[in-house]
């Protein structure tokens, strides 16, 4: 027995163990032969499949917010999936992984790579999609697999990933209730609240805030701020008692989070000034300089080296 009860398959806020939601679909897969039981299972399945989050993505102003604070809440969707946007200069690469992806044929990677499209064509319209990509072989006629997402397939690729046309993506949400962003961050804040992943020590609450602020590539104080419903002076007096200053915890954020884009050659210098909220390559290469003592593209350069 899986511990769940019905109720449990409808309820919006019981998020269910990928091995539960695996075990599913072996058996689905078994009941449709020489068919493809996570495609059925995707279409039949109701939109708020991820609980009351749904909600929250589908009140997001354009896709790319959406995808962002996707991956903000990703923990409070699972503990083991992994996704990853990557910037190119016509297209947005959305990866989402699982740690089961490599051990069911693809059952389960097929799977949230339709209910996720689903969403994306039910609230932004299909032609955001260019293509689709999987990391495991064909497993039905490719037929079935472009009648559902009506694109070209991709199989056996190193990511489970949607790709979509870059231009599109900030195209506005028309059938979603549209809510300012910045009330969608604090309610999965408070759901992240209620599920422990928030802690109650106060540097933690202001680090996540700083990265909240990220999604709207706000590097600002202020922002800060707003975003903790407290004065710049109240915040500083609070940061004083932990001897840190609220801008050097920012740029602190702001340089781990560039190593991280220049680990991924996918960004381009300039990509990644845009996502730190720069006005210019320029200022984020002088800034970068003052973090680590050497330029962004040295950074790179000696990470790669230190890789092979």
Known sequence: MSG??????????????????????????????????????????????????????????????ALELFMYAEDLISDQSDTQIIYTDNEVIFQMNHELDLVDNGLLGEFVIAIAWRHFEQFFGADVLNSI?????????????????????????????????????????TKGKITPTKFLIEQIQEKRRKKGLTGSDELIDVINAISCNSIN?????????????????????????????????????RYKYALKLLADKQYSIEKISEILGFNSEQGFQKAFKNWAGKSAAQSRKDKSNSSK
Do not use: W
């Open 217 to 253: 590539k706000d590097y600002t104080v202020t922002g800060l701020a707003n975003t903790l419903s407290v004065s710049t002076r109240n915040l500083q007096r609070r940061l004083q008692k932990e001897n840190i200053n609220a801008r050097v915890l920012i740029d602190h954020f």
């Open 133 to 173: 990509r999987l990391r495991h072989s064909q497993r039905c006629p490719i037929a079935r697999y472009e009648t559902f997402f009506n694109v070209s397939i991709e199989f056996d690729t190193i990511h489970n990933a949607l790709v979509l046309d870059r231009s599109k993506i900030t195209l506005p949400n």
């Open 4 to 65: 769940y009860q019905a109720i449990d398959l409808i309820e919006k806020d019981v998020l269910l163990d990928g091995n539960i939601i695996l075990n599913m679909l072996s058996k689905a897969d078994k009941f449709f032969k020489n068919s493809n039981s996570s495609l059925k299972i995707a279409s039949a399945m109701p939109l708020n499949f991820y609980g009351s989050l749904a909600d929250i993505f589908h009140q997001s102003k354009d896709l790319i917010t």
